[in-house]
């Protein structure tokens, strides 16, 4: 396959970045995108050129450290993969293919297709958590779930964090993660006791932090490699609510 | 990490993005309970120039013994006019948010931008008010109707609608309410939290009923002025 990548190049967070245009003649169809990637800047080496910077790390779908925005679409167009699952049979033979990094005054660009979304751990560190002592693991039979709630909990604990949802955002908003996470905890017993303060204290962070405001878009879940559901949010905004008629407060 | 939270009902809600939203759910429920009287009230033109007058009279005295002539009406006004400034105030604050939180936008226009009526939310919105505006200036203080404030309301709606380029423009701003309704109702039930992946579907079709029955509803009164029913 012979393709044409426009790709966006950027020095350094402080630099102005613009498209660059890449021609590449030997791209396989099985090639995954970052395997893609990886050719052209091998290309970029031998010829003394700067490669192309992106985050990768398990290359299998569940890290959460590739992503870019493919011809306007997070992750690419195909739906429920990340970026380093996608493979090159997905595009044809001479493609042009746009190529840019998340986009959000909370990601800011590190370096080309490299965002610091640090932001995301700001988001975990004020209440995606629960406080209990660690030791030895405890019965598994000694606090019973039930089935829905521990379905309902497990898909939306397979979040990866990887800032999709932020970048298809028309609003930049990151209710998604944050509600994923909101709604992971807060449908299991061990998270009951810190449910309110959670939600809110999160919500309190993310909007700190100059994510947008959710307008019910659902593009994030569009985009989602994990296909969290929309209706993860609505479990957040519940606890919020809940939390702000009720004035719960941590301390 | 401890975020101390705010104490106060009022600076807790107004405080967090979410709480806007739920002040722009509670507003937007108050405009669509009175758009629908006012849809169901508007079909009275149907039953003729005395039913519809008598409909427009019996508005001013209902409550007389108590809140006196046009009590009732004026204290429905306060409340939208409060419920407007309020919708509007959080959902320019949250358009300026989204607005700050992507400074630098994107080469390749995103695939994948919602459906038409959540896009349009903002600047529909925008051009519902704007409509509003004329739309009391015509029909309720009468100041740009053809026949002025004092006449008949019957006879002010015919011949407003009387001018085809009103009728059009009603209808169009009818519609973009449609529109406003079928994203902002599903939106303002996920807002409270009533939302499930299982219930999502039915959520949006309800949605999309509701709209469609109240733009239906609206739009069939200039239609059928425009076309000669209602004369």
């Not at chain 1, 990886?38 to 299998?60: A, T």
């Not at chain 2, 404030?149 to 519609?175: H, I, N, P, Q, T």
């Not at chain 2, 994203?183 to 709209?211: D, E, M, P, R």
Request: hydrophobic share 45%; net charge neutral; glycine share 8%.
């Amino acid at each position: 396959m012979k393709l044409t990548l426009r790709i966006w190049r950027q020095a350094s967070p402080e630099a102005k970045g613009k498209m660059q245009s890449y021609v590449l003649d030997d791209v396989e169809p099985d090639m995954s995108f970052l395997e893609m990637l990886d050719v052209l800047n091998e290309k970029l080496v031998i010829d003394g050129k700067d490669p192309v910077s992106f985050d990768h790390d398990c290359r299998e779908g569940i890290c959460g450290s590739c992503g870019m925005v493919i011809n306007g679409n997070a992750h690419g167009p195909q739906q429920y993969t990340t970026t380093c699952q996608l493979h090159m049979r997905h595009f044809d033979d001479g493609d042009t293919i746009d190529i840019e990094p998340w986009r959000a005054r909370a990601f800011p660009v590190v370096k080309d297709l490299v965002v610091d979304r640090s932001a995301f751990d700001e988001i975990i560190k004020s209440g995606g958590y629960i406080s209990v002592n660690t030791g030895s693991a405890p019965e598994a039979h000694a606090i019973p779930v039930d089935k829905v709630s521990a379905d309902d909990a497990f898909d939306a604990a397979t979040c990866i964090g990887c800032g999709a949802c932020v970048a298809a955002c028309p609003n930049g908003s990151s209710m998604l993660f944050t509600a994923a996470k909101v709604t992971h905890l807060g449908l299991l017993p061990q998270g009951q006791p810190e449910r309110q303060t959670r939600a809110i204290n999160m919500l309190a962070k993310q909007d700190e932090l100059d994510f947008g405001g959710c307008t019910n878009v659902g593009a994030c879940h569009e985009v989602c490699p994990k296909g969290i559901p929309l209706a993860s949010i609505a479990q957040l905004n519940h606890d919020v609510l809940g939390a702000t008629l009720t004035g719960a407060r941590s301390d | 990490m401890v975020i101390t939270p705010q104490r106060n009902i009022v600076s807790r809600t107004w405080g967090t993005s979410v709480g806007k939203k739920t002040v722009i759910a509670t507003t937007g429920a108050v405009f669509l309970l009175y758009v629908i009287a006012h849809m169901l009230g508007n079909l009275k033109v149907f039953f003729g120039i005395e039913s519809f007058d008598a409909y427009a009279q019996h508005l001013r005295e209902i409550g007389e013994a108590i809140f006196g002539y046009e009590g009732v009406l004026w204290i429905l006004r306060v409340v939208l006019l409060a419920s407007l400034v309020l919708h509007m105030w959080a959902a320019f604050s949250l358009w300026y948010k989204a607005k700050r939180a992507r400074p630098v936008g994107y080469q390749h226009r995103q695939r994948w931008e919602g459906s038409y009526a959540a896009r349009t939310m903002r600047w529909g919105g925008v051009i519902i008010f704007l409509f509003l505006v004329w739309h009391i200036l015509d029909l309720t203080t009468g100041t740009v109707n053809p026949l002025g404030g004092d006449e008949s309301a019957y006879m002010k709606l015919v011949a407003s609608f009387d001018r085809w380029y009103v009728a059009l423009f009603y209808v169009l701003a009818v519609v973009a309410l449609g529109f406003h309704i079928r994203h902002g109702l599903w939106s303002a039930i996920q807002t409270f939290g009533a939302n499930s992946a299982l219930k999502q579907n039915a959520l949006k079709t309800f949605a999309f009923v509701v709209a469609a029955a109240i733009t239906i509803g609206f739009a069939i009164v200039p239609l059928s002025v425009m076309f000669g029913l209602v004369r």
